[in-house]
């Protein structure tokens, strides 16, 4: 078995669970209900974002469960347009007031600026949070590979999270990541329930008694330094979507799974401000 059995990855020496729970769109009750549940299930990462509304709920989830925030990996991103390094501290210490924590695991630059805000100034701000221990880590998000590679020169960030799922294939980044000892985490990895549709995934489902979305998950994990973060707004999906790690795809599901893309090549979070990929 590949060494992710431990439902922890470890790379350039720092720990993260490698399943965790997405909370975009997760809003109100059901979201502190969701960050509870998910913890009672055994999820110990949870991503969230400025952006996403949310923070004050995840953090409400995390007091009220009674898993220490200690044992838990939260990540939050700084929205597009609070780049500079004054919007980025003062966004982000709301941040922590509103997750009711003092310092967070990973802080993502959440998509590259839109409003010509050097990278240098937004990596440095965020050097000078980790410098202060409020965040743990920091890393980026939706970066393409030219801006990865300027933010792994300017910064000592630790990943980079972007879009990954059977149907879109990230070869070039994930590359990238793995030579320079990155997390590399996949969001919409079930393709916002698109695997469901694709016969290969249910097929092979089948055989192991399991649904696509697991298949997908599972293939996500068995690759080197890639974390994956399902959402979902109800408790047996949570459950099921946890539930990967009993199990182990062959190298000719791997490679069926992996030639998927070439057919579709489909992304399906692509905003007017996204960079060129
Ligand atoms: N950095 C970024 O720019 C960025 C962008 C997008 C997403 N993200 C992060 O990545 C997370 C996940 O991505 P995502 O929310 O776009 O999509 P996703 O996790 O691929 O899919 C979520 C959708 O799948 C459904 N689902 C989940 N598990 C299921 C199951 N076992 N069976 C059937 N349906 C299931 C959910 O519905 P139900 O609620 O009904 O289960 C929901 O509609 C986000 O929540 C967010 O934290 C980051």
Known sequence: MIEMESKVK??????????????????GDLCVEAIKDALDIGYRH?????FYGNEEEVGTGIKKSTVSRNDIWLTTKVWHDSLSAADLTKTFEDSLKKLKTDYVDLLLIHWPSTTGVPLEESLEAMTKLKEAGKAANIGV????????????????????????????SQDTLLKMAVESNMFFTAYSPIGQGEVFKNDLLV??????????????????????NVLAIPRSSKHENRKSNFD????????????QIFKISSVTQKRMVNPDFAPAW
């Open 141 to 168: 998000s939706n970066f393409p590979p030219a801006m990865f590679e300027q933010a792994m020169e300017l910064a000592n960030i630790v990943c980079n999270q972007v879009e990954y799922h059977p149907f879109l």
């Open 244 to 255: 990967v790690f009993d199990f182990e795809l062959n190298e000719e599901e791997m490679a």
């Open 46 to 50: 949870i991503d969230t974002a400025q």
């Open 10 to 27: 470890v790379v350039n020496n720092i720990e993260i669970p490698a399943l965790g729970l997405g909370t975009f769109k997760l809003l």
């Open 203 to 224: 097929n092979i489902a089948e055989k192991y008694n399991k649904n696509a979305a697991q298949v997908a998950l599972r293939w996500l994990l068995q690759q080197g």
